[in-house]
């Protein structure tokens, strides 16, 4: 077997065991030694398939965000019409916006260590642009009903409007969810989202 293809499958190996490993007890767990262990290779090993750990981890996160991409592509998206949107049109999207945060609750809930992975990892250095580009594409889910509801915005404002009501939706989850707080049931929480992003969606609306 080739170097190329030994190192390829050594770095599918790693991510496989780090990504059980996240998934599983968090990314608090993540320990390089451990890793050699669990696939079976040196230590240093690890350093020919990643340049270090951060970028191990930034690998498994993107996986994660592919695992959630493809629940939230499960929730039909609007089309902007050509013209103002109708009253049916823009509950239709706010309606959207709701089914996109509520997703993201249920993904958050069912896959916890692997969500909070996604803001506890700090890098030293800037994001890579491969990284940035997946983040920036899910965007692309929210900015879609926005069209609808807010048809004079341009892109700039529309991507930064997505981003905040993310952040509002990130807000509701992330402290519904703390286990160092009071803990809020899935379905409480929901309706709790439910609520928030409605009233954020119709005052866009009107």
Known sequence: ?????????????????????????????????????????????????????????????LRTLALFDRVIATVPLPTAPDGPATPAQKDAAVATLVRLAVAYLHFAAENPARWRALFQHRVTDALPDWYLVEQVRLFRYIEAPLRVLRPDLGEHDRALLARSLFSA???????????????????????QIEIVVGALGRGLAE
């Open 1 to 61: 077997m080739r170097n190329d293809e030994r190192r390829e499958r050594l770095r599918e190996a790693l991510l496989d065991a780090a990504e059980r490993t996240i998934a599983g007890s968090g990314l608090s767990a993540l320990k390089a030694r451990d890793l050699a262990k669990d696939v079976g290779c040196a230590l240093g090993a690890i350093y020919t398939a990643f340049p270090d750990l951060d970028a191990l981890i930034l690998a498994v996160n």
């Open 169 to 191: 939706t990130h807000g509701l989850v992330s402290l519904g969810l703390d286990e160092k707080l009071m803990v809020l049931s899935e379905p409480v929480l929901r309706g």
